[in-house]
């Protein structure tokens, strides 16, 4: 009787030893995959962190003309560069990463807000195209095309299902290629484009203020006394007056980056799209004169542009021992907006 008993406990050891050898062994196994996962998905981060590389204007506005069977008229290259451009927010490495749910894309930061610069970019040049560019006079009838196209990129910028973010965005660009196909038609459903100053001058106000927002977002990374204006009663009227308040204005250092990949996105989107309107405005630029503004703000755009050598967004104080590659882009940003005004005067003038 003893003996079954030994026997007995002999055979419950062996069966927990093998059991936990089991475990033990499946328990290597998904560890082994999940230090895989996590390497690959380190190297995919990295790889998708890259920013895109800058294109040539006119190389792409003859590729798709040619693609298309057409010759390039008014209008062509503007349209043909925001498709090349909505087309590179989608179609980079990594694809559209600002809805993404699952590493890496949901550990990056700086190509999310790279492609939300960008984005806005397309949105206010879709807006101005289809409210001004597109219409020869304030009753005209708005270009069917673009009236899919504009919201379609005004679509939440988040949305990972029913309706994804790549499907709306990607409707947008279909309009945008059926407006392009319209552009060198003949008939009732042609489409136009009227290179005027007025259109133009419009789209350049508005951005005159996009950036003015973006370089100041992009000084504040060094803190800043902040001005308040406070309504006060002197005399017979009510005068307004400025104040310095105690509070400092920062960019908080977690967001500091954030800030500089979304005016680097901005600056990449507006390098084409200047590039695509010294072609379709020229000769309105020729005849105010402006042509030398152009060149300037691309000039300056270009400095945007430069490599990145650092693997952060350095923050050093104004003259302080380190970069501080915020007010680097702010200076270039600035630069810009002062000759986008200057711009704006020329074509106003008669």
């Given at each position: 009787?003893?003996?079954?008993?030994?026997?007995?406990?002999?055979?419950?050891?062996?069966?927990?030893?093998?059991?936990?050898?089991?475990?033990?062994?499946?328990?290597?196994?998904?560890?082994?995959?999940?230090?895989?996962?996590?390497?690959?998905?380190?190297?995919?981060?990295?790889?998708?962190?890259?920013?895109?590389?800058?294109?040539?204007?006119?190389?792409?506005?003859r590729t798709v003309a040619e693609s298309m069977?057409?010759?390039?008229?008014?209008?062509?290259?503007?349209?043909?560069?925001?498709?090349?451009?909505?087309?590179?927010?989608?179609?980079?490495?990594?694809?559209?990463?600002?809805?993404?749910?699952?590493?890496?894309?949901?550990?990056?930061?700086?190509?999310?807000?790279?492609?939300?610069?960008?984005?806005?970019?397309?949105?206010?040049?879709?807006?101005?195209?289809?409210?001004?560019?597109?219409?020869?006079?304030?009753?005209?009838?708005?270009?069917?095309?673009?009236?899919?196209?504009?919201?379609?990129?005004?679509?939440?910028?988040?949305?990972?299902?029913?309706?994804?973010?790549?499907?709306?965005?990607?409707?947008?660009?279909?309009?945008?290629?059926?407006?392009?196909?319209?552009?060198?038609?003949?008939?009732?459903?042609?489409?136009?484009?009227?290179?005027?100053?007025?259109?133009?001058?419009?789209?350049?106000?508005?951005?005159?203020?996009?950036?003015?927002?973006?370089?100041?977002?992009?000084?504040?990374?060094?803190?800043?006394?902040?001005?308040?204006?406070?309504?006060?009663?002197?005399?017979?009227?009510?005068?307004?007056?400025?104040?310095?308040?105690?509070?400092?204005?920062?960019?908080?250092?977690?967001?500091?980056?954030?800030?500089?990949?979304?005016?680097?996105?901005?600056?990449?989107?507006?390098?084409?799209?200047?590039?695509?309107?010294?072609?379709?405005?020229?000769?309105?630029?020729?005849?105010?004169?402006?042509?030398?503004?152009?060149?300037?703000?691309?000039?300056?755009?270009?400095?945007?542009?430069?490599?990145?050598?650092?693997?952060?967004?350095?923050?050093?104080?104004?003259?302080?021992?380190?970069?501080?590659?915020?007010l680097t882009m702010a200076a270039y940003l600035?630069?810009?907006?002062?000759?986008?005004?200057?711009?704006?005067?020329?074509?106003?003038?008669?």
């Amino acid at each position: 009787m003893a003996g079954k008993i030994r026997q007995y406990f002999r055979d419950r050891k062996d069966d927990v030893q093998d059991y936990t050898g089991g475990a033990g062994l499946l328990g290597k196994v998904v560890l082994a995959a999940l230090v895989i996962w996590l390497l690959v998905a380190l190297v995919l981060g990295f790889f998708w962190s890259d920013e895109p590389e800058t294109f040539s204007v006119r190389d792409n506005t003859r590729t798709v003309a040619e693609s298309m069977g057409k010759e390039p008229v008014t209008g062509f290259a503007t349209t043909s560069t925001l498709i090349r451009i909505a087309d590179t927010l989608l179609e980079k490495p990594g694809g559209y990463l600002s809805n993404d749910l699952m590493p890496p894309g949901l550990w990056l930061d700086n190509i999310p807000n790279w492609e939300y610069g960008v984005l806005v970019q397309i949105r206010d040049l879709t807006r101005a195209m289809r409210r001004d560019i597109a219409r020869s006079q304030s009753q005209s009838s708005e270009d069917p095309d673009l009236v899919v196209a504009e919201p379609q990129f005004n679509f939440d910028s988040n949305s990972w299902a029913i309706p994804s973010t790549e499907s709306e965005y990607r409707a947008g660009i279909k309009a945008l290629r059926s407006y392009l196909g319209r552009l060198s038609s003949q008939g009732p459903n042609a489409a136009v484009f009227y290179a005027r100053a007025d259109n133009l001058g419009n789209w350049l106000a508005d951005l005159e203020t996009r950036l003015g927002s973006l370089s100041r977002n992009l000084s504040e990374s060094v803190g800043k006394a902040s001005v308040s204006e406070d309504m006060a009663e002197e005399g017979s009227g009510n005068e307004t007056t400025s104040s310095i308040s105690d509070t400092e204005v920062k960019t908080p250092w977690t967001k500091v980056d954030d800030v500089f990949y979304e005016a680097r996105g901005s600056a990449w989107a507006l390098l084409h799209i200047f590039k695509a309107i010294e072609i379709d405005f020229h000769k309105v630029l020729q005849d105010k004169n402006a042509m030398a503004s152009v060149q300037q703000i691309i000039i300056e755009l270009q400095g945007t542009q430069e490599p990145m050598w650092s693997p952060v967004i350095l923050n050093g104080s104004g003259f302080g021992l380190l970069a501080n590659h915020s007010l680097t882009m702010a200076a270039y940003l600035s630069r810009a907006n002062a000759a986008i005004s200057d711009m704006r005067d020329l074509l106003s003038r008669g």
